[in-house]
């Protein structure tokens, strides 16, 4: 009997959790095609207390449904960058429970070498939250292995600028600005009624429980579409988002001059029109995405030579 060859990819954010399992293509051995296992509810994040009990508890229950043998698990998880004991506990833990190798990386990690298939270059991820990781190559140019700098990221509080939490916050400061005469009309003030109410209702929206960055974010398509209208304001709000993702994505490889782009902002066509020009204007090559974080976890299963190799915690 053959050995397993079955690999269960997982994507796990602190919003959502995908997994997948996957067998390599009989021709190419490239790990094509996938086959969904779970897409549900993420975890709080490695650096979170608890974090790693409660990763394993998302993960270890999906795998028990498995009608096959498998050959490993790579997992790009939330909070591992910040967090890498942790990471390198869940991998063991996972091979222990598993009996089988297992990988785990951040998810910005994964998502980098899926969306850049495995090379060097930088993801900038605009959705609910910002970052850019920027990957230079590894001994084939002359360096060790591979360098990265992440850039943001930093969470709403001190970071994530031109995010979707971010447009959705400076839409609120302009309408609340724009109704006590501080600041000029703006076409938000009606676009932003229709989910929250008047500028008087906004700090109870604020204050209602759940995650304050998600609901932030529903707002930015409101921005965008605005902007894209001509509402000057909201033209200026957009501006300074793509100012913002522009140069954090420059500041995330000095070397690297490729950029894929990732996240819920950049499906907007106009907004995502407005970042590549920008990009192109600091001498950066766009390019598309060859793959996600699922596909990103695959590749790192199936290889070590890759310029993130030394962001992977793997135990067997």
Known sequence: MSSPSAVVAVDLGKSRC???????????????????????????????????????????????????PIASISVGAAGTWAAPTAASELARRLADALGVPAAVASDVVSAHVGALDGDAGVLLIAGTGAAALGIDGGIDDGLDSGRAMLVDGWGPELGDFGSGSWLGREALRAVLRASVGLGQSTALTDAVAMPIGAPSA????????????????????????????GDVVSAGIAAESIRLLTASAVAASSRADRVALHGGLTEHVWFRA???????????????????ALDGALLIADRTDLPHERFVHRAE
């Open 202 to 229: 906004i700090p109870g929206w604020l204050a209602q429980d759940g995650s304050l960055p998600r609901r932030l974010a529903t707002l930015a398509p409101l921005v965008l579409d605005a902007a894209e209208s």
């Open 18 to 68: 995908r997994v997948v399992v996957s067998e390599p293509d009989a021709v190419t051995g490239r790990r094509s095609a996938r086959r969904a296992l779970h897409d549900g509810v993420g975890a709080p994040g490695l650096a979170s207390a608890g974090g790693v009990t409660a990763a394993l508890d998302s993960i270890l229950p999906l795998t028990a449904h498995l009608d096959e």
């Open 274 to 292: 407005g970042i590549e020009d920008a990009l192109r204007t600091a001498g950066r090559t766009v390019v598309a995405s060859a793959g996600d």
